[in-house]
């Protein structure tokens, strides 16, 4: 199908975002103001962080500052994959962090758990459902990939299949499947949006004082306070959680370690039971390919297939720009894609279209850090897959804001940090020589030039 047709009405908005019932902003702190913790950004960090501080201490006084609303930008642009991973998949737990990956396998698993009980307990209305994910082989090469996977699954206990090309194709019908792998109970599927606006609404039942609208544009020491600056406003802070993910952050350390990539998604019109018979899709599981540049995809509550991935790209001097979300090349390459791995669906049409950017480090998943004499604690670095991860960072960066020896602070994966990225110039270079490494290794059969497996031993990289 040509994917211009299939592209030619669709929405540039998020799907998640376009709902009649999304809940109107809070205003925005106008004067001054004072808390025991001030959070500052309203994405899914700074909510679990937020609701989880009260949690623990129903007395705390907590103000959560946004920039712009609740869930308007990674939090209510993704795939909505709430994954028990904590390391951003096994393969890279397994290269970073092996001695300790039982435990933090455990650790995820438990937290996923919670994630489920706090949507329960507090009546959270975003579809969510435990169905598990399909990690698909698409070349030959990758069925090496996810026996290894496999293997290293199995070994840790967890609930993982292996699924040949006739058992692949019985759960979803694709003619590129080769085989697979289902992880049964490691992923969740949720509606991305409503689990951030139902954290609010938890967060603002439970106390939590939320001002959207609200950038914070300097924050400093006052003695025995943090100062935080917005337009309109002031708060002195005796604990400030930073939650800022990719943008601007308040604290100049960061931008090291970080750079904004952006991601892009597709969503089809509702497939009819007809049409959605043809590929199966029963047991609505989501998927990922085992490629370097992979898609991930899904079925949203009312049977539209979610679309996403593959791009991955930087714009030189990281720079964030509105215009960046939207991208004719990748929107045509993914509807192209994705008639290649659904024939059968020639015909269906595209009705959202967009893009997003994600905070992406060296070593794939996020780090932790504090300053301000530890009066200041931030989680930042999720590379993609912070829909589950974000509230163990926000317990870590409670757990450091207190000063609490726990499971999660002994953790050498919590107390290193990434490598730094180089600067500018040079930065860009590195991460477009990596983008075109990446494509190339996909090409030839997974092998990995010269440049990626330095990479691999310095332990600095770029993924998608």
Request: with cysteine; charged share 25%.
């Amino acid at each position: 199908m040509d994917p211009s047709k299939a592209l030619a009405d669709a929405e540039r908005r998020p799907y998640w975002l376009d709902k009649p019932d999304r809940p109107e902003p809070v205003p925005p702190l106008i004067g001054r103001t004072t808390a025991d913790l001030a959070v500052v950004g309203g994405g899914y960090t700074g909510l679990w962080t937020a609701l989880l501080a009260k949690e623990r201490d129903p007395s705390l006084d907590v103000v959560l500052l946004e920039g712009d609303v609740i869930g308007w930008a990674a939090s209510g642009r993704n795939g909505g994959f709430c994954s028990a991973s904590l390391t951003h998949g096994l393969g890279n737990g397994l290269l970073r962090w092996p001695d300790e990956l039982p435990v933090l396998e455990r650790l995820g698993r438990g937290n996923l758990d919670d994630i489920a009980a706090t949507i329960d307990r507090h009546g959270i209305g975003c579809d969510f459902e435990r169905t598990g994910e399909l990690h698909v082989a698409v070349a030959p090469w990758q069925l090496a990939v996810l026996r290894r996977q496999y293997a290293a699954a199995r070994e840790l206990g967890l609930d993982v299949e292996r699924l040949g090309r006739d058992r692949i194709r019985a759960e979803l019908d694709s003619p590129t499947y080769l085989g697979g792998l289902w992880n049964r109970t490691g992923c969740a599927l949720l509606d991305p949006a409503r689990l951030a606006w139902g954290l609010r609404a938890a967060c603002l039942s439970l106390g939590v004082r939320v001002h959207e609208h609200t950038p914070v544009r300097r924050l400093c020491d006052a003695g025995r306070v943090l100062r935080l600056y917005t337009p309109a406003g002031r708060v002195d802070a005796h604990r400030v959680a930073l939650a800022t993910g990719v943008f601007p952050p308040l604290l100049r350390r960061l931008r090291a370690y970080l750079i904004p990539v952006y991601d892009y998604a597709l969503v089809t019109e509702p497939l009819p039971p007809g049409r959605l018979a043809e590929i199966g899709w029963r047991n609505r599981q989501g998927v990922s390919d085992a490629g370097n540049r992979f898609h991930y995809y899904r079925l949203t509550r009312d049977n539209r297939i979610l679309w996403g991935g593959f791009d991955a790209v930087y714009h030189a001097g990281g720079l964030i720009r509105p215009w960046y979300e939207q991208r004719d090349a990748t929107f045509e390459r993914l509807a192209v894609h994705f008639f290649a791995t659904f024939p059968q669906l020639e015909g269906v049409r595209f009705t959202h279209r967009w893009g997003g950017v994600i905070d992406t480090c060296a070593r794939f998943s996020a780090f932790y850090g504090t300053a301000y004499r530890s009066r200041l604690a931030y989680a930042a670095g999720y590379t993609g897959l912070g829909v589950g991860a974000a509230r163990f960072g926000a317990n870590v960066i409670l757990d450091l804001l207190t000063g609490q020896d726990t499971e999660r602070t002994r953790l050498r994966m919590v107390r290193e940090k990434p490598l730094p990225f180089p600067p500018e110039p040079l930065r860009s270079a590195v991460v477009q020589l990596t983008r075109w490494s990446l494509a190339r290794a996909d090409a030839r059969g997974g092998r990995r030039n010269l440049w990626l497996r330095l990479l691999d031993r310095l332990g600095l990289g770029f993924d998608s």
